[in-house]
């Protein structure tokens, strides 16, 4: 059984969004090891300049190493990154198994991303799509593609 990581800067505020993550953990739980881990973001004035932005990301960066299982796959999700449908997604977690990597990390960054050198240190960088959503709406979609992608190498009715 794979462990699954989800490393997302920040608690989720809505309870909508805390309500629908916890159903697609449940659901996940009977395919993988899942752990979420939520270190607090760096906080910075209203407008910050671009020398502040980049030392907060930095340090959420270092935050963020601390939580990710070691050896581990690292998969930063980011908008210049590369989409995968459901179908490729699951097949990567799938080739990933089958070559005895046993944990994988998915990386949400806060309100302004994730800093370069950490993005740079990861295995993927995934978009899952160019337009921007809020942060806990990209948590729910992320949560519900991985448990999609487990449907689809389960042969579950939940992927159609």
């Known amino acids: 059984m794979m462990n699954v990581n989800f490393i997302a800067m920040g608690k989720l505020k809505d309870s909508w969004q805390r309500e ?17 881990k939520e270190p607090e973001p760096i906080a910075l004035p209203q407008e910050p300049s671009a020398a502040q932005i980049e030392q907060a990301l930095e340090r959420e960066g270092a935050a963020i190493r601390e939580q990710m299982s070691k050896g581990g796959y690292k998969i930063a999700l980011c908008v210049e990154g590369k989409p995968l449908s459901s179908e ?18 998915f990386i949400v960054g ?6 370069e050198e950490l993005k740079r240190d990861c295995d993927l960088r995934l978009s899952m799509s160019p337009m921007t959503f809020p942060h806990g709406l990209a948590r729910v979609m992320l949560l519900e593609q991985v448990y999609r992608a487990f449907s689809i190498l389960n042969n579950s009715k939940y992927h159609k």
């Open 88 to 105: 490729k997604l699951a097949e990567l977690l799938d080739n990933l198994a089958n070559n005895g990597i046993s944990s994988v990390n």
């Open 20 to 36: 629908a993550c916890a159903e697609y953990l449940k659901r996940l739980a009977a395919y993988s090891r899942v752990t979420v």
């Open 110 to 115: 806060s309100s302004f991303g994730l800093s």
